[in-house]
């Protein structure tokens, strides 16, 4: 990822709505975002995209998600 | 060097609730209105409000607002003025009822009114029981409430400058306020919002604290903008507190944890409750357990490496129940705290939650400050609403869902206001000739410093010395040891160093200037706190007790009056609470008792 697009992701990770989001995400960016390859990032990048609670329902496994690139990063980010 | 000049008719800093709110005013009333907002306007802190939003509907029963307007003055321990809090009661029927014409979601009777259901402090008759006054959306009434004002400002062409910072108040020598400079985060680029009414609903402070249930990006901009513009931050001694947050991450673990026999544990192993609260023990009040758990921390009883929190412990419960009655508590331990909750006790401590004073407002939503002998003088062209703003309805402490009625409330008068005055003529005033000098030395000292103070440093000193010197119970000691730490730690605030220097998507740049922000509102709150020698409220003193001549603590004859902190020479001065309601009668002095 072109650092640019790294650090604009960052911005939108580490500043979120809720508290959770901003915990969960900053965490997994910290340690973990660089050992995804380029499809996981892409993944990461979308779910990143979502609502605050909808995805910290995802992170939280009070939900889950159909698309299995989407659940493998989900099951990634539960685990940071 | 030549900056960008934007100009509009009004400029909104913030598109959380209050701004948002602003700006449909101003938006539908023709004028041309720039948001801006750190980030898109649905991911601001506002969505985190689940409680609902208070108004005297009587759908469910009987209501009236003058019985909200007593259950907001009690709450507020008198400190409320109460002019602003008959406005916002009464106003609040009307601004739901206009949420619902917007679209809002809200849960419904059977009959199709909004539902209405009832929550803690909020009574009916003066005081006497219960009554259903919360409207909410499910548990999303936050989030709701920012899609539904979001889409009404894309119908009233509201222009949003999303994911840019406002860095500084632009002030003419006359006082005027002429809009704010700015960056834009995806360029780095400053440019100058020149506006003939600018708005401030940035959200709170709360990250001051080290144990916080603020999102990140709850870093006091509004405020510190306004500190630096020499406005004074009134009564920032004034932070709700929860009881128990996890410890080190702030997430909420909720009262429910309790009432399912959770107990709470020194370093001991002791039931500590057991000896501030014989007979409710661990479902003592917010208040008695906050104050318990702090002295067990400050008596050297706390736990971890820092003794600097408790244990909550519910490994006696049955983990079928744990996982059936509180749904998403183990998680929680998981993700933020490294704890299995069946196995191993919880890390908790008092979390700061909600800021009740900021930058002082009438409850028209114009800005005052004092001038010569008047304390409430409008500083012109300058509107604040919300969690930043003071107007004051929340005084001492707030009441739940009161704080979405005072961004809806306030937000609307704050944009009225700005429409009325621009309406009766006021135009775009020349800027200062140095009107961008104080912004770019701020980013060129970042910039070109070497040897400074690193960012995530000085932001845990201040946090820490926040949670142990002005946390929810003081101490008169630490009160005095804090104010000499906090600035210390100013010190090193106004000598950051970044080493990222680039201009595209600088977080580090962009961290460092929340931080300038967030020491000047921890900066008012320890001086404050020191100089407030009652306890009233949120603020509660050691030594201030609960006695028979003082009941809670509280002392009118000496401290019934807002504090006004001088960001210019960190003086404090004082002004009266506003007791003369606007058509009804004084609700006089009582001691609040629940």
């Known amino acids: 990822m072109e650092r640019q697009d790294y650090e604009r992701l960052r911005w939108r990770c580490i500043r979120r709505g809720l508290l959770e989001v901003d915990i969960a995400l900053t965490r997994f960016l910290d340690d973990g975002f660089d050992q995804l390859d380029d499809e996981e990032q892409k993944a990461f990048v979308e779910l990143a995209d979502m609502e605050d609670y909808d995805l910290w329902h995802l992170i939280s496994g009070q939900a889950d998600i159909d698309d299995p690139r989407l659940a493998h990063v989900v099951n990634l980010l539960r685990k940071s | 060097m030549s900056i960008p000049v934007l ?16 700006a449909i005013q101003l938006s539908e009333a023709g004028l041309k209105t720039a948001v801006l907002s750190k980030v898109f306007p649905t991911r601001s802190h506002t969505v985190a409000a689940q409680g609902g939003v208070a108004a005297s509907l009587g759908n469910s029963e ?21 002019d602003a809090i008959e406005f916002m009661c009464k106003k609040a029927n009307e601004v739901v009822v206009e949420l619902e014409h917007y679209g809002m979601p809200f849960d419904r009777t059977d009959n199709g009114k909004i539902y209405q259901r009832p929550f803690g402090g909020h009574m009916s008759n003066f005081g006497e029981k219960p009554v259903r006054r919360s409207c909410a959306a499910a548990d999303r009434t936050g989030h709701a409430m920012l899609h539904a004002m979001y889409q009404r400002n894309v119908k009233a062409n509201t222009q949003f400058f999303v994911e840019w910072m406002a860095l500084d108040l632009i002030r003419d020598e006359e006082g005027h306020v002429l809009g704010v400079t700015a960056m834009e985060m995806e360029t780095g680029q400053i440019v100058i919002f020149h506006a003939r009414a600018t708005i401030f609903a940035t959200g709170g402070a709360g990250r001051i604290y080290y ?3 603020n999102a990140f990006i709850n870093t006091g901009d509004g405020l510190g903008m306004a500190a630096r513009a020499g406005i004074p931050l009134e009564d920032m001694e004034f932070w709700q507190f929860h009881p128990t947050g996890v410890a080190g991450a702030g997430v909420l673990i909720t009262e429910g944890v309790r009432g399912e026999g959770g107990i709470l544990r020194n370093s001991n192993k002791e039931r500590f409750m057991e000896r501030y609260a ?12 906050s104050r318990a758990m702090a002295t067990e921390i400050k008596e050297g009883r706390g736990c971890g490496v820092n003794k600097d929190y408790v244990l909550l412990d519910i490994t006696h419960l049955d983990p079928a129940t744990i996982m059936k009655r509180l749904p998403g508590i183990h998680e929680i331990g998981i993700q933020f705290a490294g704890v299995d909750c069946l196995k191993e006790p919880l890390p908790v401590v008092p979390t700061c939650h909600y800021q009740m004073g900021g930058i002082p407002t009438h409850y028209s939503g114009r800005v005052v400050m004092q001038q010569g002998g008047d304390h409430n003088a409008v500083v012109p062209g300058f509107y604040a609403g919300g969690e930043c703003a003071c107007a004051s309805v929340h005084g001492a402490n707030r009441l739940g869902t009161n704080s979405l009625l005072d961004l809806l409330v306030f937000g609307k008068s704050a944009g009225d206001s700005a429409v009325e005055d621009l309406k009766a003529g006021r135009a775009h005033r020349d800027l200062p000739k140095d009107v961008s000098d104080k912004t770019l030395a701020r980013i060129s000292a970042l910039d070109n410093r070497k040897g400074g103070a690193s960012v995530s440093e000085t932001r845990l000193a201040m946090q820490r010395t926040m ?3 002005a946390g929810v119970f003081r ?8 104010v000499e730490k906090i600035l210390e730690v100013e010190k090193a605030a106004r000598n950051l160093e970044i080493k990222d220097k680039s201009m595209a998507w600088n977080t ?7 931080m300038e922000n967030l020491i000047e509102v921890a900066k008012a709150t320890m001086i404050s706190a020191e100089a407030r020698k009652e306890s009233r409220g949120a603020h509660v003193r050691d030594d201030a007790p609960d006695t028979a001549e003082f009941p809670n603590g509280r002392n009118d004859a000496e401290w019934h009056k807002h504090t006004l ?14 007791m003369q309601p606007l058509t009804v009668e004084t609700i006089a002095l009582k001691t609040r008792s629940y």
């Open chain 2, 508 to 514: 580090a740049r962009t961290e460092a200037l929340e």
């Open chain 2, 211 to 213: 144990s916080s249930t």
């Open chain 2, 62 to 82: 009987e209501d009236h607002w003058t019985w909200h307007m007593y259950d907001t003055v009690k709450g507020s321990d008198w400190l409320g003025d109460q």
């Open chain 2, 475 to 482: 101490f008169n000691d630490m009160l005095k040891q804090g």
């Open chain 2, 7 to 22: 100009k509009f008719d009004a400029v909104i800093v913030g598109a959380g609730g209050a701004g948002l709110r602003s």
């Open chain 2, 467 to 469: 949670q142990d010197h």
């Open chain 2, 278 to 289: 014989p007979n409710a023990k661990d479902l003592a009040s917010r208040d008695v357990v």
């Open chain 2, 565 to 578: 902190f001088s960001p210019v020479d960190n003086s404090i001065t004082y002004k009266p609470v506003n």
